[in-house]
């Protein structure tokens, strides 16, 4: 597994130099270097749905994602989420829609 717990809610992707960490009860907080993505999830008993945008973009600077953090996006969540133990699940939205 690639994936290294920093705090109890935080964790790095080690192959992408991601971290995601919880941010409230209905986000998590994405993060490569100074840029950031909040996600919207919903949770479950022992499942995680994650709502993702079509087209990611940072929301500090509206760029888009690196391609290959973008193309594997599912993937490093999908790591993170079964290292804590969580089946995610993923919805994805269009573009400027947190929620549909």
């Known amino acids: 597994m690639t994936v290294q717990e920093l705090l ?8 992408s130099g991601v971290t995601l960490a919880g941010a409230g009860r209905e986000d998590m907080l994405l993060q490569l270097g100074e840029h950031t993505l909040m ?3 919903d949770p479950g008993l022992k499942r995680m749905r994650f709502t993702l945008p079509s087209d990611p973009r940072w929301d500090d600077n509206g760029e888009p994602l690196p391609r290959e953090v973008a193309e ?3 993937a490093i969540i999908t790591e993170i989420a079964l290292f804590w133990d969580l089946e995610p699940e993923f919805q994805i939205v269009g573009p400027g829609r947190r929620n549909s």
């Open 72 to 74: 594997n996006l599912r």
């Open 39 to 41: 996600i919207p999830v």
């Open 8 to 15: 109890s809610q935080k964790a790095l992707h080690v192959e």
